[in-house]
């Protein structure tokens, strides 16, 4: 689950909590100047960014989805930066973190769409990660429509997620639509709702039903391009990560991705 910095709770329900438990427990929001760090359940917040001297911004890693007409492809990548300090390293299926650690996400559509991200932790809590306007104090506007060719950055091209204290197995879940999804925003705004409320069984209620609806979804995997190349990946002017080209396989409408992670 992540931990919080510059603020990642609180933000305004301008998504009608779609389906996932959006950040769970509230978290104290901290001045974006602020170099503390504030834990919580949940996405528990954004961190502040040290830009990695010298690095190359080159471009992104190039993702050629498959020949679908139903399909909805993007530029799609996850990285960390352990305990928050030295280069991004690529976050893939099965990859091992350690309370601490920092990481971010960034995708590009292809096409005008409708896009709901959300992190299950390890005690099967639900949080959204997109759409998002702030968190503790950070405005972000991550916001959906998302535009064709824009590259989003969560939660902000130089803030990061960070790891609290909660290990166990951990995922993320991308999910996307050609129109908005009404049902799912408005479960999700009843479950932050009965969180704000302190209405426990609800809440638990309204997970599990978030849950069985993921499990309803077909899932896409994303894969290496199989010809190995690589690619160097900008976050801000002057940091940057290599990985391979990757793709995405069919992602279509109200399909998922998910990459689950081992938090230690």
């Known amino acids: 689950m992540i931990s919080k910095h510059s603020g990642f709770y609180h933000w ?45 911004t080159a471009k992104p890693a190039s993702l050629s989805p498959q020949d679908s007409a139903k399909s909805l492809n993007f530029k799609v990548n996850y990285v960390y930066r352990p305990g928050g300090q030295g280069p991004l390293k690529p976050l893939s299926e099965g990859s091992v973190l350690n309370s601490g ?10 096409e005008n769409g409708y896009v ?19 968190f503790g104090g950070v405005t972000v506007n991550n916001l959906n429509p998302v535009k064709a060719g824009v590259t989003y950055h969560l939660p902000a091209k130089d803030k990061s997620f960070k790891l609290d204290d909660k290990a166990g197995s951990e995922s993320i879940l991308f999910l996307a639509f050609r129109e908005p999804n009404p049902a ?8 932050i709702n009965a969180r ?7 809440a638990s209620n309204l997970q599990n039903a978030i849950n069985a609806s993921f499990k309803t979804r077909g899932l896409a995997g994303i ?36 990459l689950t992670f081992e938090h230690r």
């Open 223 to 258: 894969v290496d391009d199989p010809e190995k190349k690589t690619a160097s990946v900008p976050w801000t002017a002057q940091e940057s990560f290599i990985m391979p080209v990757r793709q995405t396989n069919g992602l279509c409408d109200g399909c998922m991705n998910m």
């Open 184 to 191: 799912l925003e408005q479960q999700y705004e009843a479950l």
């Open 116 to 134: 709901y991200v959300f992190q299950v932790d390890s005690s099967k809590a639900i949080f959204q990660l997109f759409p998002m306007t702030s």
């Open 196 to 202: 704000m409320s302190k209405d426990n069984a609800k």
């Open 101 to 110: 650690d920092h990481y971010k996400i960034q995708f590009t559509p292809a």
């Open 12 to 56: 305004p329900l301008t998504m009608a909590g779609g389906a996932l438990l959006a950040i769970a427990g509230a978290a104290g929001a901290a001045s974006p100047s602020s170099e503390s760090d504030l834990t919580t359940r949940g996405p528990a917040g954004t961190v502040k960014i040290a830009p990695e001297p010298g690095s190359a």
